[in-house]
C-alpha cells in the first residue's frame, strides 16, 4: 500500500510538474502557426524523456549517486567541466525565463508591467527553498500545478477533429517558412528535455534515500508521469490550434497566448491561464535554482541538500542565492519572456550530447548500475532523439537568427 501510494503521489507531482515556460510557449506558438503539424515532436521528446528520467531515479537507487556526482567521479574533474558549464549557461537562461513567465501571469492579472515583478518574485523563490524542503517543493507546488490539466478540459471542450490531430503524428514540413518550424522543432525538444529534469530527480532520488527496492515505483514514476504531463502539452498545443490559428493569431507574446481559453471558458479562461502560466513557471523556477545549486555543490564535493539547514551546506546556499538573483535582473532589464524563452529551449538541444552522452556510459556500466543497465532499446531512443535535437539545432538556430 505504501508504494501504490508513493506511485500516486509521484505521478500527481510528475503531471503537476511537467508543464514549465518552455512547454506552454513553444506548444502555444506551435499550434497558432503550424496546427496540428508539430504533435509528433511532443510525442517523441515526451518518450524520450521519460527514458532520461527513468535512468536517473535508476542510477540513484542502484549506485546511490546523483547523476552530477556519477559523472564528476566517472570521467574526473577536468572533463565534468564541459556539461557543468553548459548546464549552468543554459540553467540561468532557463530560470530567467521561469522569473519572466511568473512576471507576466502577474502582469495579465494585475495590468503592472512585468519588470516590475521581477525581485518580488526572485526574492519568494528563494525564500521558499531557504525555509521550505525537498518534500514542500517537490510535492507542494507541483500539486498546485494541477491546474493546468484546465488545457485538458479545454480540449474535451472544443471537440477537435481526432483526423487532424492523428495527422500530426507524422512529421511533415510545412508549405512555408520551412526555417521556423525547424526552429520550433528543437525548441519544443530543448523544452521537453532540458537536463535540469533529470538532474533534479536523481538529486531528489538521493535526498529521498531511495535504494533498489525503489526501481519498479521509478519506473511507473516516470512511465505515468511524464506521459500523463505530456498530454498537458499536447493539450495545450491542440487549444492553440483550434483556438488562434484559425484567427490569424500567431502567438509572439504571452498576452496572445491568453486568449486561447477565452473562447472555451470564457473570462475565467483568462484568469485560469494565468494562474497556469504562474503557477507551473514558478515551480519550475524552484527546481531549476536547486538544479543548478546541485549540480555545482556536487562537482566540487561541498555540503548540499535541500533538507539541510542553510548553515549546513552555506556555499550550497550561496550559489541558489546568487544564481536566483542574476537571474531575475534579466527581467528587471526587460528582456522579452517569451522570446527568451524560445532561444533558450533551442540552445538546450545544443548541449544535449555532452551532457547525455556521459550519462549514456554510466547507464551501460557494471560498476554504476551492475544487472539495471541499460537494453538496446533505451540506448537507440535517446541516441536518435539528441542527434536529430542536435543536428536540428545547428541547421535550424543560424535560419532563425538569420530570419529574425
Partial sequence: MKKILEIALGIVTSIGGFLDVGAIATAAEAGSTYGFQLIWVIVLGTICVIFLVEMSGRLAAVSKHTLAAAVRERFGFNFYVIPLFAEIVVDFLVLAAEIGGVCIALQLLTGISFQWFALPVAFAIWSLIWFGNFG??????????????????????????LTQIGTGLLPTLPKEDTA????????ILGALISPYLFYFYSSGAVEDKWDESHIGINRAVAGLGMSFGSIVSLGLLIVAAVVLKPKGIQVDSYEQAALM????LGYWGFILFAASLGIACFGAALEVTLDTAYIVAQAFGWNWGENLKP???????????????????????????LQLTLFSMAITAVILPPVIIPFLVLMNDKLYVGKYRNGWISNSVIIFTIVLAFVLALVAIPLEILGG
Fill in 136 to 161: 514542500i517543493i517537490e510535492n507542494g507546488v507541483s500539486v498546485l500545478g494541477l491546474i493546468t490539466l484546465v488545457f485538458v478540459f479545454a480540449t474535451f471542450k472544443l471537440h477537435p477533429s
Fill in 180 to 187: 521556423h518550424y525547424l526552429f520550433l522543432v528543437v525548441s
Fill in 261 to 264: 481559453l477565452t473562447e472555451p
Fill in 311 to 337: 548553515k549546513e551546506a552555506a556555499r550550497f546556499t550561496f550559489v541558489y542565492t546568487v544564481f536566483v538573483f542574476l537571474a531575475s535582473l534579466l527581467m528587471v532589464f526587460g528582456v522579452d519572456p
